[in-house]
C-alpha cells in the first residue's frame, strides 16, 4: 500500500478528513522548508504538498506568484526541492509528499532522471497543473513504475465525459478545484460544492480533496464535512510574505493556522457536530 | 525530404510531430473544447467565410499590395525584392487579420467579453478595434515595461474603449502579459473570450491564428505569380511568436522550390545571452499551453529575453516554427538590435516605408542575402507592420528627444 493510501486509510477509519497544507520550496529561503514541513506535520497536517518554484506560475494569484519569487531569488530548483524531500524522510517516513508545480522544470529535468531521483528521495505524488491527462501517457508510466502517483485536478467545468478521462489516469486522489479562478481566489460555495462531490464519487472511488478558496478554519471546516481532504495554500503562504527573511517565526506562524483549521475541521466530523453546512 | 501532407498538421489533439498541444490547467479544458469545435464548424463554412472576407475586404482593406522594392533591390544588386503590405492594413499591422477572425467566432459563441495579451500593443490595438465595432467590452494586458515602451499604443487602446492593466509580475513584459491573461480568462472562462495574438498557446489557437493569418501567403502566392509568372524564390519573416510569418510561409509550405527564412530577434547577440532568439539559442520544453523552443536556464526557469521591438521580445514561438525547424523545411536565423535598426533606415531611406521595428528584422537579414542571390530571383519579405509606434525608441537609442 503507497503511503498515501494508507493514509487516507487511517483517517477514514477515525472519520477525519485529511488536512493538506500547501507551501512553496525555498520560501522565503531554502533552509526554512524541512523545518517547516515538520511543523506543519506536528500542527496536524496528515500530507504536505510542496510547490516546486517556477517564473511562470500561469494557475496561481498573486500570494503564491510572489512565493515562486521569493523562492527564485535563491535559484531554488526542483533537484533541490527533491533533495529537501529526501531530507525531510531522514525523520518522517509516513506523512506523504505530493509536489505541486508546473511541467517545464520537469520536462527540463527529464521525466527518467526525474522519476529515478524522486523515488529515491521518498516522494509519493506529482501534481502538474498543466498537464492534463491526455498528454501524460508518457509521464504517467514513468511515474506508476517509480511508485509515484500521478495526481490529477478535476475544475468545475469539467465534463462528465472528461471526469471519466481524468478519473482513469488518477491515483492517490482527485484534487478538486473549488472554485473557476486561480489559486488564493474567495468565493468558494460550500453547498455546490456538496453536489458536485457527490457527483464525482459515482465517477471515482479515490478519495476527494478540495482546494482553492479555503482561506480560513471555518471554510476548512465546512469543506471537511464534504470531502476527504482540504487543501490550503495561499492563507498560509501569505504568512510566508509577513515573515520574509524570517523562516521561523513563518514556520510558527503556519503551524498555529494549521492547528486552528485541524481541530475546526475535526470538530465539524465529530459524532455531535451539526450536519448542516 | 519525404512528401509532407501539410493539411494534416496539426493532428487531431494540436500535435506538430513533438511540439504543440494542450498544455493548461483542467479549469479551460472544456472552454478549449468549445472552441476548438466552432473554430472547426466555421472555418470551412462558406458563410462564415464570405462574412471574414467581407470584414478584410471591407474594414480592413485586403488585398494589400505586394510591392516591388526596385530601388532597394537594385541597390543591393541581387534578387528583386517584394514587399508583402500588411502595414497597410487597418490599425497597421498583420495582426487584424487575425483578431477580425477569432472576433467573428466570439461572436458565433455569444462571449460578451474580450481579454488579450500585447507586446508592442498591435495585437491590443487590432483586438481593441474589434471589440470597438463589436460592442465588446475589451480588457487588454500589457507587460508595465511595454506599457512605457509603447505608450501611444496604450493611449489608442484606452481610447477605442479598452481597458488596459499594466502587468507587474515577473519580467513586466509579453509573457507576463500572456500568464495574467490566462488566469483572467480561468477566472471569467463563462463570458470570456481570449483573443491569443500569435500562434502560439494551447490547441487550437497556434492552428486557428494560423488559418487567419495565412490569407497573406494566398495573396502573395497569387500576387507574385501575376507579376512574374512564377514563385519566389525566398521568403523571409520576422518570427517573434511567429504568426506573421506562417501566414506567409504555410501556402508555400508545398512548394519545394522555394526556400523560407523564419528571422528572430538577436539582440545584443545571440552569443551575449542577451536576446529573445529560442529557436536558434533555445531548447524544446513547455510554457503557455505548448510544447515548443523556450528559453530556459537549468531547472527550467523561462528566462528573460531582450529585444529593440517589443513585439518580438517573448521566450518562446509557436510550435509549428519548432516542427518545421526540426524537419528542416524553414531556417531561423537571428540579427540584433543594431542591424535592425540599421534595416529600419534603410528602407525608410530608400523606399519610403518606415517598417516597425520587429519588421526590422526581417529587412536586415535581407540585406545580407538579397546580394548573394541573382537578379532574377526574388525575395518577399513579409512587411508586418509599419513603424509610427517605434518612432520614440528608435529616437531614444539615437540620443534624440521628441
Ligand atoms: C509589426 C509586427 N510584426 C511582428 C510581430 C511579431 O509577432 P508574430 O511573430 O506573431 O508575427 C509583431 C508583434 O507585436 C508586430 O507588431
Not at chain 1, 19 to 46: K, N, Q, R, S
Not at chain 1, 242 to 266: L, N, Q
Not at chain 2, 276 to 288: D, F, I, K, T
Request: overall charge negative; hydrophobic content about 40%.
Amino acid at each position: 500500500m503507497s503511503r498515501i493510501e494508507q493514509r487516507f486509510a487511517e483517517l477514514r477509519e477515525q472519520n477525519r478528513a485529511a488536512l493538506i497544507p500547501y507551501v512553496t520550496a525555498g520560501d522565503p529561503e531554502p533552509g526554512a522548508t524541512v523545518p517547516l514541513m515538520h511543523a506543519l506535520v506536528e500542527a496536524g497536517a496528515d500530507l504536505i504538498e510542496l510547490g516546486v518554484p517556477f517564473s511562470d506560475p500561469m494557475a496561481d494569484g498573486p500570494v503564491i506568484q510572489k512565493a515562486c519569487e521569493r523562492a527564485l531569488r535563491f535559484g531554488t530548483g526542483l533537484r533541490d526541492v527533491l533533495a529537501m524531500v529526501a531530507e525531510f524522510r531522514k525523520s518522517d517516513t509516513t506523512t506523504p509528499v505530493v509536489l505541486m508545480g508546473y511541467l517545464n522544470p520537469v520536462e527540463r529535468m527529464g521525466y527518467d532522471a526525474f522519476a529515478e531521483t524522486a523515488q529515491a528521495a521518498g516522494l509519493d505524488g506529482l501534481l502538474t497543473v498543466d498537464l492534463p491527462p491526455e498528454e501524460s501517457e508518457d509521464v504517467v508510466g514513468l511515474l506508476e513504475q517509480s511508485g509515484i502517483d500521478p495526481i490529477f485536478l478535476i475544475a468545475p467545468t469539467t465534463s462528465e465525459t472528461r471526469i471519466d478521462h481524468v478519473a482513469r489516469a488518477a491515483r492517490g486522489f482527485v484534487y478538486y478545484v473549488s472554485l473557476k479562478g486561480v489559486t488564493g481566489s474567495q468565493s468558494l460555495d460550500v453547498s455546490a460544492l456538496s453536489a458536485r462531490l457527490d457527483g464525482l464519487r459515482r465517477h471515482t472511488g479515490l478519495p476527494l480533496g478540495v482546494g482553492f478558496g479555503i482561506r480560513d478554519a471555518e471554510t476548512a471546516a465546512q469543506v471537511a464535512r464534504v470531502a476527504d481532504a482540504v487543501v490550503v495554500g495561499s492563507a498560509i503562504v501569505r504568512l510566508a510574505e509577513e515573515h520574509d527573511g524570517d523562516g521561523d517565526g513563518f514556520a510558527r506562524a503556519a503551524a498555529a493556522v494549521v492547528r486552528e483549521m485541524r481541530s475546526a475541521m475535526d470538530a465539524a466530523r465529530s459524532p455531535g457536530a451539526p450536519a448542516t453546512v | 525530404m519525404n512528401k509532407i501532407d501539410w493539411a494534416a498538421f496539426p493532428d487531431a489533439r494540436g500535435h506538430f510531430g513533438p511540439y504543440g498541444g494542450r498544455f493548461v490547467s483542467e479549469t479551460l479544458m472544456g472552454a478549449l473544447d468549445e472552441l476548438q469545435q466552432v473554430y472547426e464548424r466555421y472555418i470551412g463554412d462558406p458563410e462564415f467565410m464570405a462574412e471574414l472576407d467581407h470584414d478584410l475586404k471591407q474594414f480592413v482593406g485586403r488585398p494589400n499590395p505586394l510591392y516591388h522594392a526596385e530601388r532597394l533591390s537594385r541597390e543591393l544588386g541581387g534578387a528583386q525584392i517584394y514587399l508583402k503590405r500588411e502595414d497597410l492594413n487597418h490599425t497597421g499591422a498583420h495582426k487584424v487579420n487575425n483578431t477580425i477572425g477569432q472576433a467573428l467566432l466570439a461572436k458565433k459563441l455569444g462571449k460578451k467579453r474580450i481579454i488579450a495579451e500585447t507586446g508592442a500593443g498591435q495585437h491590443g490595438v487590432a483586438t481593441a478595434t474589434v471589440a470597438a465595432r463589436l460592442g465588446l467590452e475589451c480588457v487588454i494586458y500589457m507587460g508595465e515595461e511595454d506599457t512605457r515602451r509603447q505608450s501611444q499604443n496604450v493611449y489608442r487602446m484606452r481610447l477605442l474603449g479598452a481597458e488596459v492593466v499594466g502587468v507587474k509580475s515577473g519580467t513586466r513584459t509579453l509573457k507576463d502579459a500572456l500568464n495574467e491573461a490566462m488566469r483572467d480568462w480561468v477566472t471569467n472562462v463563462d463570458d470570456t473570450f481570449y483573443i491569443i495574438g500569435t500562434v502560439a498557446g494551447p490547441h487550437p489557437y497556434p492552428a486557428m491564428v494560423r488559418d487567419f493569418q495565412a490569407v497573406i501567403g494566398r495573396e502573395a502566392r497569387e500576387q507574385h505569380l501575376a507579376m512574374t509568372g512564377k514563385l519566389p524564390d525566398t521568403l523571409v519573416a520576422c518570427v517573434g511568436g511567429g504568426s506573421n510569418a506562417i501566414g506567409l510561409f504555410h501556402p508555400f509550405l508545398g512548394d519545394e522550390s522555394v526556400a523560407m527564412i523564419g528571422v528572430e530577434a538577436g539582440g545584443d547577440g545571440v552569443e551575449t545571452g542577451r536576446h529573445s532568439a529560442p529557436l536558434c539559442a533555445g531548447q524544446p520544453g513547455v510554457l503557455h499551453g505548448n510544447r515548443t523552443y523556450l528559453m530556459e536556464d537549468e531547472n527550467g526557469q523561462i528566462i528573460g529575453t531582450h529585444s529593440v521591438s517589443a513585439g518580438l521580445d517573448y521566450p518562446g514561438v509557436g510550435p509549428e516554427h519548432a516542427w518545421l525547424k526540426d524537419i528542416g523545411r524553414v531556417d531561423y536565423v537571428s540579427v540584433t538590435d543594431d542591424q535592425a535598426l540599421a534595416g529600419f533606415h534603410r528602407l525608410t531611406r530608400t523606399e519610403g516605408i518606415i517598417p516597425a521595428l520587429e519588421t526590422s528584422h526581417a529587412i536586415a537579414h535581407v540585406l545580407d542575402l538579397a546580394p548573394e542571390m541573382r537578379p532574377d530571383q526574388s525575395i518577399i519579405i513579409n512587411l508586418s507592420g509599419r513603424g509610427d509606434k517605434d518612432l520614440n525608441t528608435v529616437a531614444e537609442r539615437e540620443g534624440i528627444t521628441l
